[in-house]
């Protein structure tokens, strides 16, 4: 694959997502959502080890809930288009 392949390909790939709305959305959500959560795992997971009264289970059902959100929000964009 030379240079010119790979940037055509690209090209094409950009101009894909710029028809596909919903393909659009849903890349667009991902990138938003995934950036934001791993960054904000790193916080939320130092937070819970330095408070006393926050317990392992606790930092489980919260990372659940985020789990379950994005997969909520990942099916309103598949539906809304």
Do not use: C
Not at 19 to 41: A, C, D, P
Not at 51 to 78: C, D, K, N, Y
Request: hydrophobic share 40%.
């Amino acid at each position: 694959m030379t240079w010119q392949m790979y940037k055509h390909d690209i090209t094409e790939g950009f101009i894909f997502l710029k028809r596909e709305k919903g393909i659009r959305n849903i890349y667009t959500y991902m990138s938003i959502t995934i950036g934001n959560s791993s960054g904000m795992q790193i916080v939320t997971q130092a937070f819970y080890q330095t408070q006393p009264w926050l317990t392992v289970t606790m930092l489980g059902f919260l990372r659940s809930s985020e789990t379950i959100g994005r997969i909520l929000g990942g099916l309103f964009q598949a539906s809304y288009k």
